[in-house]
């Protein structure tokens, strides 16, 4: 799947809110080397900056285009292309910074302690997910897709994402590894303008890549039309014309 920088931070304020929350979280007041996989256009990158300005900052990220929005954004800072699943950097780092990637990502069962491993003794891996899958707009999505003419097309378009599992399950997947584990939801609720093609076009930056990208161009309009009449029935507008649209997180602070 490709990812477009330029449609990810069409919605930036509201993506960069949860990123802030979680770095506040992370306990270490003395960082000397920090990571941030799974950078996207860097975003995510400026805010550990900005908390730790002393430590040496990488970003690493799959896509071609997140990353040269990140060294566009951040020249002084090193980003390279890497997959988190091939990546074998050995640290140890102080921090690891995973925003909203490793949903993405399979297997957690090994890829969370492989992580904690990379960390220095009293380092922290602080992770946010999206917790939305059973939400209305990631229903829709599997339910357009599953009643079109495009179905057997997307028949495995919902297997991109890793299986939701519970804060106990995270938790007690990182208790041995660790010597402090905090683990939390949060729920946003984002006003967004526009109505119902608001959130459409929300998640054609993130959760909706896997369903519109391996259509053509008939379908792609197609489909987006079915499921923004259906978003629109799920979220109705508020009197001014926008919506509010709420979304789910998961937030881990693993500290070695």
Known sequence: ???SARQY??????RTRPVRDLVAAIPNEIVRTAVDIGCGPGNSTEVLMSRFPGASITGLDSSDDM????RKRL???????ADITAWNDAGPYDVILANAVLQWVPDHATLFPALVQKLSEGGTLA???????EEPAHRLMRETAANGPWAAKLATASNARSAR???RWYY???KPHCSRVDVWLTVYHHPLAGGANAIVEWFKGSGLRPFIQPLDDAERTAYLARYEAE???AYPALPDGSVLLPFPRLFVVATR
């Not at 020249?75 to 292309?81: E, H, L, N, R």
């Not at 992770?127 to 899958?133: A, I």
């Open 1 to 3: 799947m490709s990812w």
């Open 9 to 14: 931070v069409a919605f930036e304020d509201e």
């Open 67 to 70: 990353v040269d929005a990140a």
């Open 75 to 81: 020249p002084d800072v090193q980003f390279d292309v």
């Open 127 to 133: 992770v946010q997910m999206p917790d939305n899958l």
């Open 165 to 167: 599992a519970t804060a």
């Open 172 to 174: 007690e997947l990182l």
């Open 231 to 233: 978003i629109a029935k």
